[in-house]
């Protein structure tokens, strides 16, 4: 069943200009990741946040978390063309140990 | 971090007919999961591959159409059985090492693409 939600579903923006994208999910949870797609191949990890954590970076990534809320947000700072891929949320639930992956947001980056 | 190699990486099969794909790591995994991949979709869990044991299914997926195997810790098999068009998708593999925190995050290899004529 799916848990996440993400939007928007796609996502267009000028190289250089930030992206935000958002998931939202519906169980508590252990943890939530964002993965990267290109080109409809396998996934890449990008960063996973913890659910007593608020806020994770990784180099030009931020993510935040409000579980009170159950939402989270991928924001990718001075965007690039090899940006451009779908982006998924995907969470542990507290309940077991599957990884359960949102719908996705496609962003494409405009040269 | 582990370097998964899926093979075939694309396909055109015919309606009726099966497909195995396999799935190798180049280093000992403690969990192995295949996944679906509908067209503009998301990723939806099949099963959980068990070493020496019969896979974990989730709910929709039955053993007789996608039989897996995973005879060890490095190597496990999905077969598509008796196809049809609907059955066309991204067929992937992803592997975790660990427990408990340490296996929270899933490496996939570059998927599998069936077409069912």
């Known amino acids: 069943s799916q848990q996440g939600e993400e939007d928007p579903q796609a996502l267009s923006i000028q190289e250089g200009e930030n992206a935000t994208m958002n998931c939202s999910y519906k169980?508590?949870?252990?943890?939530l990741q964002w993965y990267r797609q290109n080109s409809g191949r396998g996934l890449v990890h990008l960063i996973l946040?913890?659910?007593?954590?608020r806020e994770k970076h990784s180099g030009r990534l931020r993510v935040t978390l409000d579980t009170s809320k159950k939402s989270s947000s991928l924001l990718i700072t001075a965007s690039r063309a090899a940006d451009t891929a779908s982006y998924f949320c995907?969470?542990?639930?507290?309940?077991?140990?599957?990884?359960?992956f949102g719908k996705g947001t496609r962003l494409h980056i405009l040269p | 971090s582990a370097v998964i190699s899926q093979k075939p990486s694309r396909d055109i099969c015919q309606r009726g007919t099966s497909l195995t794909i396999q799935c190798q790591v180049d280093?000992?995994?403690?969990?192995m999961f295949w996944y679906r991949q509908q067209p503009g979709q998301s990723l939806t869990l099949i099963a959980t591959?068990?070493?020496?044991?019969?896979?974990?299914?989730e709910s929709g997926f039955v053993i007789d159409k996608f039989p897996i195997s995973r005879p060890n810790l490095t190597f496990s098999t999905l077969t598509v059985s008796n196809m049809s068009p609907e059955d066309s998708s991204i067929y992937l593999c992803?592997?975790?090492f660990g427990f408990g925190v340490q296996a929270e995050k899933l490496f996939f290899g570059s998927g599998t693409q069936l077409s069912v004529l």
């Open positions: 995907a969470t542990d639930a507290s309940r077991d140990d599957k990884i359960i």
């Open positions: 992803s592997v975790s």
């Open positions: 280093s000992q995994v403690t969990m």
């Open positions: 169980t508590s949870i252990n943890n």
């Open positions: 946040i913890r659910s007593n954590e």
């Open positions: 591959a068990n070493q020496g044991s019969e896979a974990t299914y």
